[in-house]
């Protein structure tokens, strides 16, 4: 396992497509490991791969993730997710581990269905709904080279932007 270092924006690596995964094999296993730790490290729920830079449909979640009893924790992996149902609308406030000190209200479908495939490379499905379908969804926009602010008005959007550039420079 390895602590993994997460590209913030404006790092033009967010804005990229992930690739499916074809191999299921122990790299895969210990590369979910690894973002999964990464993720406890950083306080996040859910982690894309594209944000260490590894551009592969891998994402993690864990919505227990600030328990500090760390058996009390529920670490999901999904591998290639995809969308094939989505109902009703839901805004929520939402952050990212690549946008700093910025969260914003985003709104989402209510209730999804996923298909993607585990770490062995079984098929499942999942219906989501609440914190885990709107978690899902932010992620999966990951792998599709999408962020939150990405959804954000127009105006907004270009604000934000403007101002996490200027500070994403200046740490640079
Ligand atoms: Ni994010």
Redesign the pocket.
């Known amino acids: 396992m390895a602590f993994l270092e997460i590209h913030t924006f404006p790092d033009p690596i967010l804005k990229q497509k992930s690739q499916p995964v074809t191999v299921f094999d122990q790299d895969l296993d210990e590369t979910t490991k690894s973002m999964l730790e990464t993720m406890y490290v950083s306080s996040g729920i859910?982690l894309?791969a594209v944000?260490v830079g590894i551009l592969k449909q891998i994402i993690v979640i864990d919505l227990k993730s600030g328990e500090e009893d760390s058996s009390l924790r529920e670490p999901h992996v999904f591998i290639n997710p995809k969308i094939v149902e989505k109902s009703g609308t839901t805004f929520s406030e939402e952050g990212?581990?690549?946008?700093i000190e910025f969260r914003a209200e985003v709104e989402r479908a209510e209730i999804i269905t996923i298909e993607y495939q585990d770490v062995t490379g079984n098929y499942q499905k999942l219906d989501a709904e609440n914190m885990m379908s709107i978690c899902l969804q932010?992620?999966i926009d990951?792998l599709n080279g999408i962020?939150?602010i990405d959804h954000l008005p127009l105006l907004k959007q270009k604000m934000v932007k403007k101002r996490l550039t200027k500070l994403g420079n200046n740490e640079a």
């Open positions: 859910g894309a944000q990212c581990l690549s946008v932010h992620e990951h962020l939150f």
